[in-house]
């Protein structure tokens, strides 16, 4: 589980209680869920080295760090991604590496590129711009996705009955 500030708790789904949280003195009030990933088996050396975590911010900051920095999980969590000020994780994704990952922006415009040109990072690493903001005040990032077949073809859809081809 993902918060908004960047922070990894361990924990499964059914040890959440009351409104999706693990324990009552462990989160802050206003903490923000972003992503939950369903991981295999954090004990198989193979498969946490052959698999990747994908996070992206609200400004464009995207960031993949091996699955093996989150198989000895702590109590009170661990920083997945150092947040900087302003900012907060959007979104998150699980990886092998071979993807394509997408960004799309509130002002319409979006990006595709490999998984391989995003190096692997620390955890508490803040990453890399993953797509330029028109304007650093009104333009964020509105999702994300990770795609394995680089031959898919997506349509972005925007206000107004316009697309764009993202091949």
Do not use: W
Not at 60 to 82: D, H, M
């Amino acid at each position: 589980m993902l918060l908004a500030e960047g922070v990894r708790h361990p924990g499964r789904i059914k040890d959440l209680q009351r409104a999706g949280h693990a324990k009552p003195d462990q989160y802050e009030p206003d903490d923000k869920v972003r992503a939950f990933i369903n991981v295999k088996n954090l004990n198989d050396d193979d498969y946490i080295n052959n698999n990747f975590i994908v996070l992206c911010t609200t400004k464009g900051i995207i960031k993949k760090t091996s699955l093996e920095a989150y198989s000895r999980p702590r109590i009170n969590g661990v920083n997945a991604i150092t947040v900087r000020e302003g900012d907060e994780l959007l979104e998150a994704r699980m990886t092998n590496g071979q993807h394509h990952i997408m960004l799309a922006v509130r002002s319409g415009r979006a990006i595709r590129f490999p998984e391989a040109s995003v190096r692997p990072m620390g955890r508490t690493a803040s990453g890399v711009r993953g797509i330029r903001l028109a304007d650093e005040v009104t333009d964020f990032v509105v999702g994300m996705i990770t795609v394995e077949n680089k031959e898919k073809i997506f349509l972005l859809y925007l206000k107004k009955d316009m697309e764009k081809n993202l091949t």
